[in-house]
């Protein structure tokens, strides 16, 4: 919970600690340091990667679409991190194909008007809520503030370092960097919006996770203050039956019509049923 003080980080590996003997006492195996730092170069290199990818998406040549990337990332800090072999692959392919995008200027998003920055988690009833952002409005997702975190190298030879590493990574998960360990940290969103050169801020106000913790009128006020468009979002993150897939819809148009005054690419977009979507 306070893990930008790092009074706490010896406290952190502690309890890193704590699960290696654990684990040791309860399988009768030594834990394999040459394994955990082979794990370790694997992550190192998916963030190098990434780092690579963040330069190139704060330009109009980055062609990975929203959906994938945030799928793509998710399942690289929650399943991989350097686990598989395969994440590591596929990121050195994905890098080799959003470079040549920028070398040949390739431009996969020739409808973009707005370049939107989205804080907080998406629904995952909704998660081609970006695909229709672009097809109807033009508003491309090119940052999401959950993908920017586990960006730090790890130690390759300390141990007691690696093992920091660790315990940071696990203190900044998804979900938590930006929401926990001072108010802060939400705040980031308008360093972020200045860095992928945005023009948009959408905020989800995810009512499971109890939205932004009393912070939306500091975020606001923020915003305002700025001079940055930022709107609310909300959703239910599993249930649509809360808040409808056509409710978030319409939330994002009445914002794009009475703040941005834009009008959409494709007005049939602006009001369909999918309830039975599943």
Known sequence: MRWRDESTQEYAVAHVKEIIKFIEDTTGEKFDWDAFFK??????????????????????????????????????????????????????????????????????????????LVCGAPASYYMHFSTWMYECWGVNTVAVMNNLSHHEYISTTDKEEALLGVAKLWEQAIMRRHLVGGYENMLEMFEEYERF??????????????????????????????????????????????????????????????????????????????????
């Open 39 to 116: 794990v370790v170069e694997n992550y190192n290199e998916e963030t190098r990667i990434q780092l690579e990818l963040w330069e190139l998406a704060k330009t109009p040549y980055y062609p990975v679409p929203a959906v994938p990337n945030l799928l793509f990332r998710s399942f690289q800090l929650s399943f991989s991190s350097g686990l598989a072999k395969e994440v590591v692959e596929v990121s050195r392919e994905m890098l080799k194909l959003c470079e040549e995008c920028y070398e040949k200027k390739i431009n996969m998003r020739p409808k973009t008007r707005h370049r939107l």
């Open 197 to 278: 050169n945005c023009d948009m801020i959408m905020f989800y106000d995810d009512i499971t996770c109890k939205g932004s913790k009393s912070m939306t009128g500091v975020i606001q006020d923020t915003a305002n203050e700025r001079n940055i468009p930022l709107m609310w979002v909300s959703h239910d993150v599993i249930d649509p039956r809360t808040i409808s897939r056509n409710e978030m819809r319409r939330q994002f148009n009445d914002f794009m019509f009475t703040v941005m005054n834009e009008k959409p690419l494709d007005e049939s977009l602006l009001d369909f049923d999918d309830t039975m979507t599943w």
